[in-house]
């Protein structure tokens, strides 16, 4: 589970973190009029504070391959896994064909996981070990991670990177017609 936002011990300021939806596009076409989910890469999130957002943000994940290669072995024990992800409802081929995407992504992966909002490496993570991330308008107050337990009704608009992880766009509405994601791409920069 990640947190939603961090929160000031002293005067309780809230600092949320962006949405936590996003995935790889694996597909061939550089810019499709839909995609399909087996085009989708779920993206594996860190929480970090961001120095150059200057506030929470996640970080990617780029799993190691002994990671990997641990996942295939329990899987292939028919046991489950919850990394890179959760099997619980899969079946075995499944699995496998699902830790088949991951392999072959971070095999032809060359950067590191970076800021998902900037794509900067000047950061600290947030999971595990407790960070003592001092709140700068208070005497004493410090940040840390809240974790409620909410639904939302938001309009699914899943980010979408290219493998490298830069952001080339976000998925709209299922289009029947293309059995698949409307893709809206990213406006570039002018």
């Known amino acids: 589970m990640l947190p939603r936002y961090l929160e000031c011990t002293e005067c309780g300021e809230?600092?949320?973190?962006?949405t936590e939806d996003r995935a790889y596009y694996?597909?061939?076409e550089s810019y499709p009029a839909a995609v399909n989910d087996k085009e989708l890469l779920r993206m594996l999130l860190d929480p970090i504070w961001c120095w150059e957002c200057s506030k929470p943000s996640w970080v990617e994940v780029v799993p190691l391959l002994s990671q990997l290669e641990k996942s295939f072995a329990l899987v292939k024990a028919k046991k489950e896994i919850k990394f890179p992800f959760d099997n619980e409802f899969m079946n075995q081929e499944e699995s496998i064909s699902y830790l088949n995407m991951y392999l072959n992504w971070v095999q032809k992966?060359?950067?590191k996981g970076k800021c998902v909002l900037c794509s900067n490496s000047n950061y600290t993570v947030l999971?595990?070990?407790?960070?003592?991330?001092?709140?700068?308008?208070?005497?004493?107050?410090?940040f840390k991670p809240c974790y409620p337990i909410f639904s939302s009704n938001?309009?699914?608009?899943?980010?979408?990177?290219?493998?490298?992880?830069?952001?080339i766009g976000k998925l709209?509405?299922?289009?029947?017609?293309l059995d698949g994601w409307s893709f809206l791409e990213k406006e570039k920069n002018v």
């Open 109 to 111: 992966r060359k950067s």
């Open 26 to 28: 694996i597909g061939n």
């Open 172 to 177: 709209s509405l299922w289009r029947e017609e």
């Open 14 to 18: 809230k600092l949320y973190f962006p």
């Open 154 to 167: 938001k309009r699914m608009q899943t980010l979408i990177y290219d493998t490298e992880g830069e952001e």
């Open 127 to 142: 999971g595990g070990t407790p960070v003592k991330l001092k709140h700068e308008h208070c005497e004493y107050g410090v």
